[in-house]
């Protein structure tokens, strides 16, 4: 497989600078700003998180544009993929390259993720983008009717890890050390894989909610985690709210249970039924709401 690779471009240049890539703790901003404290005024250097246009290129074609925080590009570009059907394995797709361009002041403008499809998938692709010519208006990009707004996973799961309250309460405060960026700037969500045992494995943060948790599974699939056996040990927490493309999302990569810090949706909850996931919300150290399924210790 072609080697993953992130190229940062000065658009006013014709020859690309090969940078390592970002890292969440370097996709930050620093601006001066006034701080009012008990009457008085001081200025001092805040931490920003950056937020910028995503494009997500495949094999030349333009798909679609996210907002995103620029960093774990790769993970987003395989997780992204696969949650929305376009791959259903790593090695469909050969390479990831991400172009910077910036603004004559030196600011990050967009990134553009040229991503090199396998030519079954590309064909599929091509289909679809077809099927939606002339569509204007969407609410939900790519889908052309209600039956392909909610996708059905077609592998086998197992049963639902069984989770004791200590168990999210162990997670939750793992997870809290975990988030540079959120320390940082205090504007990101944090989505993770926890353990049986509470034990924070992998963290991916971000602006937005759903595109830190495509590249947490992003991640999973780079790094090559065996899918279903990996969900019968591991299990998803969120710092965000629980919506219905988060369940979904968790589905798609075969997942049984997410653990929100916020509440979930009406049509989360009856997807985490149709799915029989465990969903928890409102989870706090001792506290928490269970919607679907129920807590317990491990079997």
Excluded at 79 to 93: H, M
Aim: aromatic share 6%; glycine share 8%.
């Amino acid at each position: 497989m072609t080697a993953v690779k992130e190229v940062f471009t000065q658009c006013s240049l014709s020859v690309e600078q090969a940078l390592p890539p970002q890292a969440a703790a370097q996709a930050v901003a620093t601006l001066a700003v006034s701080r009012w404290r008990q009457g008085e005024v001081t200025v001092v250097a805040d931490a920003l998180a950056q937020e910028v246009p995503i494009a997500f290129v495949y094999n030349g074609i333009s798909h679609v544009v996210m907002m995103a925080t620029p960093a774990d590009l790769e993970d987003f570009a395989y997780g992204f993929s696969f949650t929305e059907g376009i791959i259903t394995a790593r090695n469909q797709i050969y390479g990831v390259e991400a172009k910077a361009i910036m603004h004559d002041d030196g600011q990050l403008q967009g990134v553009e993720l040229h991503i090199e499809l396998a030519t079954e998938q590309f064909v599929a692709l091509k289909a679809q983008r077809r099927n939606l010519t002339g569509r204007t208006g969407c609410g939900l990009c790519g889908a052309e009717s209600l039956q392909q707004v909610f996708k059905h996973p077609d592998r086998a799961v197992s049963a639902p890890v069984r989770l004791d309250a200590d168990v999210i309460a162990t997670a939750l405060a793992g997870l809290q050390s975990q988030q540079p960026l959120q320390q940082m700037t205090g504007a990101t969500h944090a989505t993770a894989l926890a353990d049986r045992q509470g034990k924070v494995v992998c963290v991916r943060e971000d602006v937005g909610r759903h595109n830190a948790l495509d590249k947490l599974i992003g991640s999973l699939l780079r790094q090559q985690v065996a899918w279903p056996d990996c969900w019968q040990d591991h299990w998803v927490l969120t710092t965000s709210r629980a919506s219905y493309e988060m369940v979904q999302k968790v589905a798609m990569a075969g997942g049984r249970v997410l653990v929100a810090i916020s509440a979930p949706t009406a049509l989360a909850v009856n997807l985490a039924k149709e799915y029989g996931f465990l969903l928890v919300g409102f989870a706090r150290a001792g506290q928490c709401v269970v919607y679907s399924g129920e807590l317990g210790p491990a079997a």
